[in-house]
């Protein structure tokens, strides 16, 4: 069955709404867990917009499963990371003036800095996945980082507005996964997904496991986390084709 990290930025978001102390995204860690979430996803920002270092040292030390942590290319971010030490690290791109994530990686015209970063994080015994988009030249160029992990860029599938485009961006992440598959990576995928797009997702490649935030922490406003959590898990352990 395919895996599920779940991020709980947007928990720390509303918190920052009113630069408070609620809702602490470390009890909705222990929800999330509670709910049969596989990880923890959190993205320490350079802007630190939601979650803060204080969050993540904590989230440390009282996470059972694995922790993931989303983040730059940034000394300063890596220099955390390694204090740390998160069970993996996922290299995302990043710019303060966009709402979240926009696009992959670009691994090629990053290349150095990309694989610095791959090296530092491996040398101490972390875990590092490359968010990428489903482009095979990113993909071979991913692999000379020493990454072992990449995760997917499901966004302009959950973007898309007809079933056309719908159809064809899920055909573009098939693809790039059986070739990234077959390259020897450990493939996630994540994005916009939930509770409805991650249906065709979970049919067409047997995934290692999906990142999904925004929807679960939406959802979870109306029924709790642990049972917004439990109604992902339920879908995935349904629609998972065998490895």
Do not use: W
């Amino acid at each position: 069955m395919i895996k599920l990290g779940v991020n709980i930025d947007h928990v720390a978001t509303v918190r920052q709404a009113r630069r408070g102390k609620e809702p602490d995204p470390v009890h909705a860690a222990v929800l999330a867990e509670l709910g049969g979430a596989d990880g923890i996803t959190v993205h320490l920002r350079e802007d630190r917009r939601h979650i803060h270092d204080r969050d993540l040292f904590i989230l440390r030390d009282t996470v059972k499963v694995k922790l993931n942590l989303e983040m730059a290319t940034n000394d300063e971010i890596i220099n955390i990371a390694l204090s740390v030490k998160p069970d993996i690290c996922t290299l995302v791109p990043e710019k303060r003036e966009e709402l979240t994530t926009e696009g992959g990686l670009d691994v090629i015209h990053n290349f150095d800095r990309v694989a610095r970063t791959v090296e530092i994080l491996k040398s101490n015994g972390i875990e590092v996945s490359i968010f990428i988009d489903p482009d095979k030249k990113q993909i071979e160029k991913a692999v000379e980082t020493g990454a072992r992990y990449i995760e997917i860029h499901t966004g302009r599938y959950a973007d898309a507005t007809t079933e056309d485009e719908s159809l064809e961006e899920l055909k573009k992440i098939e693809a790039a996964s059986k070739y990234a598959a077959d390259l020897g990576f450990v493939v996630n995928a994540g994005h916009g997904l939930n509770y409805k797009n991650v249906i065709p997702l979970c049919r067409i490649f047997p995934f290692h496991e999906f990142n999904i935030g925004h929807s679960i922490i939406s959802k979870s406003i109306l029924v709790g986390l642990k049972d917004a959590v439990r109604e992902m898990k339920d879908i995935l352990e349904k629609y998972s084709i065998d490895r």
